[in-house]
Protein backbone atom coordinates (compact mmCIF):
# COMPACT_ATOMS: atom_id res chain seq x y z
CA UNK A 1 0.00 0.00 0.00
CA UNK A 2 1.64 3.46 -1.51
CA UNK A 3 0.78 6.06 0.64
CA UNK A 4 1.53 9.90 -0.55
CA UNK A 5 1.49 13.13 1.65
CA UNK A 6 -2.01 14.01 0.92
CA UNK A 7 -3.06 10.79 2.74
CA UNK A 8 -4.16 11.10 6.11
CA UNK A 9 -2.44 8.38 8.80
CA UNK A 10 -4.51 5.12 9.67
CA UNK A 11 -6.42 5.98 12.43
CA UNK A 12 -5.18 3.40 15.52
CA UNK A 13 -6.17 2.95 19.01
CA UNK A 14 -2.82 3.74 20.12
CA UNK A 15 -1.20 7.30 20.33
CA UNK A 16 2.05 5.93 21.20
CA UNK A 17 3.69 2.75 22.20
CA UNK A 18 5.05 4.76 25.15
CA UNK A 19 1.79 3.90 27.89
CA UNK A 20 2.38 7.03 29.69
CA UNK A 21 2.13 9.20 26.05
CA UNK A 22 -1.09 6.79 24.90
CA UNK A 23 -2.52 7.55 28.01
CA UNK A 24 -1.86 11.64 27.84
CA UNK A 25 -3.32 11.32 24.41
CA UNK A 26 -6.39 9.86 25.71
CA UNK A 27 -6.80 11.99 28.15
CA UNK A 28 -6.15 15.39 25.94
CA UNK A 29 -8.87 14.14 23.68
CA UNK A 30 -11.58 13.51 26.00
CA UNK A 31 -10.60 17.04 27.82
CA UNK A 32 -10.59 18.74 24.85
CA UNK A 33 -14.40 17.50 23.82
CA UNK A 34 -15.32 18.49 28.28
CA UNK A 35 -13.61 21.81 27.40
CA UNK A 36 -15.38 22.99 24.18
CA UNK A 37 -18.66 22.19 26.36
CA UNK A 38 -17.60 24.91 28.92
CA UNK A 39 -18.71 28.49 28.80
CA UNK A 40 -17.09 30.97 26.33
CA UNK A 41 -15.41 33.00 29.45
CA UNK A 42 -14.64 29.79 31.05
CA UNK A 43 -13.06 27.97 27.69
CA UNK A 44 -10.92 30.44 26.84
CA UNK A 45 -9.27 31.34 30.58
CA UNK A 46 -8.88 27.90 32.34
CA UNK A 47 -9.91 25.76 29.69
CA UNK A 48 -6.84 26.87 27.14
CA UNK A 49 -4.33 26.82 30.47
CA UNK A 50 -5.53 22.98 30.47
CA UNK A 51 -4.63 22.50 27.31
CA UNK A 52 -1.74 24.00 26.96
CA UNK A 53 -0.65 22.44 30.41
CA UNK A 54 -1.59 19.46 29.34
CA UNK A 55 0.34 19.82 26.03
CA UNK A 56 3.65 20.80 27.70
CA UNK A 57 2.84 17.62 29.84
CA UNK A 58 3.19 15.83 26.61
CA UNK A 59 6.08 17.74 24.97
CA UNK A 60 8.33 17.00 28.06
CA UNK A 61 7.41 13.32 28.28
CA UNK A 62 8.98 13.14 24.72
CA UNK A 63 11.99 15.10 25.78
CA UNK A 64 12.59 12.64 28.31
CA UNK A 65 12.20 9.62 25.68
CA UNK A 66 14.65 11.55 23.65
CA UNK A 67 17.58 12.67 25.70
CA UNK A 68 20.63 10.06 26.10
CA UNK A 69 21.47 11.25 29.43
CA UNK A 70 19.36 9.80 32.76
CA UNK A 71 19.72 12.85 34.06
CA UNK A 72 18.18 14.85 31.59
CA UNK A 73 15.71 12.00 31.22
CA UNK A 74 15.06 12.53 35.06
CA UNK A 75 14.55 16.53 34.91
CA UNK A 76 12.59 16.18 31.47
CA UNK A 77 10.43 13.48 33.52
CA UNK A 78 10.02 15.65 36.60
CA UNK A 79 8.89 18.51 34.64
CA UNK A 80 6.62 16.45 33.05
CA UNK A 81 5.01 15.19 36.63
CA UNK A 82 4.65 19.30 37.46
CA UNK A 83 2.89 20.09 34.45
CA UNK A 84 0.49 16.98 35.16
CA UNK A 85 0.08 18.05 38.74
CA UNK A 86 -0.95 21.69 37.29
CA UNK A 87 -3.25 19.95 35.16
CA UNK A 88 -5.52 18.15 38.02
CA UNK A 89 -5.49 21.12 39.77
CA UNK A 90 -7.37 23.18 36.80
CA UNK A 91 -9.19 19.97 36.58
CA UNK A 92 -10.66 20.01 40.40
CA UNK A 93 -11.03 23.98 40.28
CA UNK A 94 -12.85 23.36 36.92
CA UNK A 95 -15.33 20.96 38.70
CA UNK A 96 -15.92 23.29 41.91
CA UNK A 97 -16.44 26.38 38.90
CA UNK A 98 -19.10 23.84 37.70
CA UNK A 99 -17.75 24.29 34.30
CA UNK A 100 -17.17 20.17 34.76
CA UNK A 101 -20.37 18.05 35.36
CA UNK A 102 -19.39 14.91 37.99
CA UNK A 103 -19.97 12.65 35.21
CA UNK A 104 -17.18 14.15 33.11
CA UNK A 105 -14.77 14.36 35.74
CA UNK A 106 -15.56 10.69 36.49
CA UNK A 107 -15.08 9.93 32.57
CA UNK A 108 -11.30 11.16 33.00
CA UNK A 109 -10.48 10.09 36.25
CA UNK A 110 -9.34 6.74 35.55
CA UNK A 111 -6.79 8.63 32.71
CA UNK A 112 -5.61 10.71 35.43
CA UNK A 113 -5.10 8.03 37.82
CA UNK A 114 -2.74 5.98 35.18
CA UNK A 115 -1.17 8.64 34.05
CA UNK A 116 -0.14 10.06 37.60
CA UNK A 117 0.81 5.74 38.64
CA UNK A 118 2.70 5.70 35.19
CA UNK A 119 5.20 9.38 35.57
CA UNK A 120 5.41 8.26 38.94
CA UNK A 121 6.89 5.15 38.25
CA UNK A 122 8.99 6.19 35.87
CA UNK A 123 10.49 8.51 37.87
CA UNK A 124 11.44 6.32 40.49
CA UNK A 125 12.74 4.16 38.06
CA UNK A 126 15.05 7.39 36.09
CA UNK A 127 16.45 7.87 39.76
CA UNK A 128 17.41 4.27 40.22
CA UNK A 129 19.21 4.38 37.04
CA UNK A 130 20.78 7.85 37.68
CA UNK A 131 22.78 6.70 41.00
Known amino acids: MSHNVFT ?13 LHELASLYVELHK ?10 YSI ?24 THKLAAAVAASAHFDTVKMFIRMTTRMSCMSEKQYVLILPHLAAIGAMLGGWIKELGKSKS
Open 34 to 43: IIREFEKLER
Open 47 to 70: GVEIEKTLLSCIHECFRATTFPSP
Open 8 to 20: PPQCSSHYSPIPV
